[in-house]
Every structure is written in structure tokens, then in C-alpha cells.
T-cell receptor, first 110, second 119 residues
Framework: KNEVEQSPQNLTAQEGEFITINCSYSVGISALHWLQQHPGGGIVSLFMLSSGKKKHGRLIATINIQEKHSSLHITASHPRDSAVYICAVTLATSGSRLTFGEGTQLTVNP | EAGVAQSPRYKIIEKRQSVAFWCNPISGHATLYWYQQILGQGPKLLIQFQNNGVVDDSQLPKDRFSAERLKGVDSTLKIQPAKLEDSAVYLC?????????????????FGPGTRLLVL
């Protein structure tokens, strides 16, 4: 079993829909990261959080430390949001290295 | 501010050949990471440097992979000899890591990656 599990693996939505991607982890962490990867490989860090909720534009990330669960929400989705969204954690015992989930492929159709 | 630079962007080689990748991190970033991302999977850490020292190379296949960061700035990752299963995207990332040391969570900045195909 992976230390970081994401669901769903694939998600297709219509433009304007509210989107939720979930991430569960089974280990102690010092922080959880949400990253975005577009075709071509480049990865961009969206959020790093260790408690509560963060918002940036149409993106919202929440984390529940007790339940070891995080969600990434996208409001008013747009085709340019199509990408792979990756959840990663910084383990409490392993310094600053990241442990990644498998990613969620999001496709937003016009 | 310039981002993390990597070259080449693409490489095609035959199995048993050798290949090298180069990474230049963001200026002033002490920590540098090399990740391997196989198609359809999340990245996997190969090696982490803090300045010119190795912090973590536990998942580096040392029989064929090597990496160095001699002057604590840019880094090279080498595969010799390559196998078919080495086909992947090789990502370099860097993070600031303040004077208090590298053992804390911080944002990592990724390069565009090098896509390797081994035939």
C-alpha cells in the first residue's frame, strides 16, 4: 500500500463544474503539498499546508490532520485547468524530501 | 528570477549506452533533488543534495546511477549502462533551505524535466 493515495485517478468535468480531488496518507507528516503537472512534464507547486485551509484564486486546499486526509477543490473549472494534480507529503521523519501520490489526471471539457 | 534549468529536454539512447543529465538550480538554493517519474506514476526521489553533500540516496540504483554536485551549485545525473526500464522523465528540483538546516518542509521548485527513452 502506498503511503500517499489519491482519488480519483482520472476525472473528466465540464467547464464551470466544481471539482474535488482527494488525498489520504498513512504516515506522520510535517506538511502536505499539492502540485500541478502539465503535459511536457513541468511541475508547479500549488500549496503547502500543515493545517486548516488555503485559497489561491479558484483553488482551495484543505487538510484534516486527525483523519490524515486532504482535498483540493477547483471552483468554476476551465479547460486550462486540465493537468495532472499530484499530492505529496513531507514525512515527519525524513527531512524535506517529498513522497508523492500517483496523481489525478483532470480533463475539463469546454 | 530564473527557474530551475535542465538539459537536455529529450534524449533517446539504446540500452547499455550511457547518458548524462544536467541541472542548474535556482540561485541561492542549497538543496537539490533528482526525481525519476515513470509514465503514469508519481515522481520518486533518487538523490537529495544539501550544498555539495548527499543527504539521501537510499533509492538511487548505485550499480548504474551516479550523481554529483561538486561545487554545491549545478548537478549532473548519469546512467551507465542504461536499461529499458530507465525510460522516464528525470526531474530536478531545488529548495531554499535556510541556515537552520534542511530538515523542514519547504516548497520545492521543479525544472522542466528530461524525457529519456531507452530503446
Amino acid at each position: 500500500k502506498n503511503e500517499v493515495e489519491q482519488s480519483p485517478q482520472n476525472l473528466t468535468a465540464q467547464e464551470g463544474e466544481f471539482i474535488t480531488i482527494n488525498c489520504s496518507y498513512s504516515v506522520g507528516i510535517s506538511a502536505l503539498h499539492w502540485l500541478q503537472q502539465h503535459p511536457g512534464g513541468g511541475i508547479v507547486s500549488l500549496f503547502m499546508l500543515s493545517s486548516g485551509k488555503k485559497k489561491h484564486g479558484r483553488l482551495i486546499a484543505t487538510i484534516n490532520i486527525q483523519e490524515k486526509h486532504s482535498s483540493l477543490h477547483i471552483t468554476a473549472s476551465h479547460p486550462r485547468d486540465s493537468a495532472v494534480y499530484i499530492c505529496a507529503v513531507t514525512l515527519a521523519t525524513s527531512g524535506s524530501r517529498l513522497t508523492f501520490g500517483e496523481g489525478t489526471q483532470l480533463t475539463v471539457n469546454p | 528570477e530564473a527557474g530551475v534549468a535542465q538539459s537536455p529536454r529529450y534524449k533517446i539512447i539504446e540500452k547499455r549506452q550511457s547518458v548524462a543529465f544536467w541541472c542548474n538550480p535556482i540561485s541561492g538554493h542549497a538543496t537539490l533533488y533528482w526525481y525519476q517519474q515513470i509514465l503514469g506514476q508519481g515522481p520518486k526521489l533518487l538523490i537529495q543534495f544539501q550544498n555539495n553533500g548527499v543527504v539521501d540516496d537510499s533509492q538511487l540504483p548505485k550499480d548504474r546511477f551516479s550523481a554529483e554536485r561538486l561545487k554545491g551549485v549545478d548537478s549532473t545525473l548519469k546512467i551507465q549502462p542504461a536499461k529499458l526500464e530507465d525510460s522516464a522523465v528525470y526531474l530536478c528540483a531545488s529548495s531554499l533551505t535556510g541556515a537552520s538546516g534542511g530538515f523542514r518542509a519547504e516548497t520545492q521548485y521543479f525544472g522542466p524535466g528530461t524525457r529519456l527513452l531507452v530503446l
